[in-house]
Nanobody, 123 residues
Framework: QVQLVESGGGLVQAGGSLRLSCLAS????????MGWFRQAPGNEREFVAA????????YFGDSVKGRFTISRDNAENTVYLQMFSLQPEDTAVYYC????????????????WGQGTQVTVSS
């Protein structure tokens, strides 16, 4: 069945960088738009970034614009989230998600979700 497995999370100091990866299996990856969301304790799950099937379009949440980039490697069934200039408010569990064809900023539009990877930014 479909699996999305995130990796790359960890502890980083404020101002540092991390790259998250999400490996997808059990689905035709190149026909799925991919997204990243995050959730801190007590908060709603928040849109971070999304990318179209061919990577021709990408979208970012206001809180991460200019600091994060999203990319994908369809040959490896992997989507990445490169995070720069990390701040304590970026601390959250980061989830990748998949939906057919078109990207979306709405969590309800995604059909498949990974289990998440913890990102902690210290100050």
């Amino acid at each position: 069945q479909v699996q999305l497995v995130e990796s790359g999370g960890g502890l980083v100091q404020a101002g540092g960088s991390l790259r998250l990866s999400c490996l997808a299996s059990g689905l035709p990856f190149s026909t799925y738009a991919m997204g990243w969301f995050r959730q801190a304790p007590g908060n709603e799950r928040e849109f971070v970034a999304a990318i179209s099937t061919s990577a021709s379009l990408s979208y970012f949440g206001d809180s991460v614009k200019g600091r994060f980039t999203i990319s994908r490697d369809n040959a490896e069934n992997t989507v990445y989230l490169q995070m720069f200039s990390l701040q304590p408010e970026d601390t959250a569990v980061y989830y990748c998600a998949a939906r057919r064809f078109s990207p979306s900023i709405a969590r309800r539009d995604y059909d498949y979700w990974g289990q998440g990877t913890q990102v902690t930014v210290s100050s």
